[in-house]
């Protein structure tokens, strides 16, 4: 079973900047996706950045490009979002998963994170 643990959430001004880390803990298979969603209120959750471990692809929703980097630490089972640039519009609950398959779909994932809250004003 996998567990995950988000940290790093918080309030900044536009223009700032934040790192979200991803800790994980319990059995993970050789070959896997870790990805951050976001959820903002009334709206549905959006993939923003993926990575499949084996061989470091990654991947950016459009909105995010050229600001947010996605980064892991095989040592620490740590997966990582360096945000930077960030805007009012990023303002949402962000959340780690893994699963096996890097897709935006969230039912692709099996494991999540309780999420951590950023707010840009």
């Known amino acids: 079973h996998v567990q995950l643990v988000e940290s790093g959430g918080g309030s900044v001004k536009a223009g700032g900047s934040l790192t979200l880390s991803c800790a994980a803990s319990?059995?993970?298979?050789?070959?896997?996706?870790m990805a951050w969603f976001r959820q903002a209120p009334g709206k549905e959750r959006e993939g923003v950045a993926a990575?499949?471990?084996?061989?470091?692809?990654?991947w950016y929703a459009d909105s995010v490009k050229g600001r947010f980097t996605i980064s892991q630490d095989n040592a620490k089972k740590t997966l990582y979002l360096q945000m930077n640039s960030l805007k009012p519009e990023d303002t949402a609950m962000y959340y780690c998963a893994a699963g096996t398959r890097c897709t935006w779909e969230p039912r692709w994932y099996n494991y999540w994170g309780q999420g951590t809250q950023v707010t840009v004003s």
């Open positions: 319990g059995y993970m298979p050789t070959s896997f996706c």
């Open positions: 990575l499949f471990n084996v061989r470091g692809n990654t």
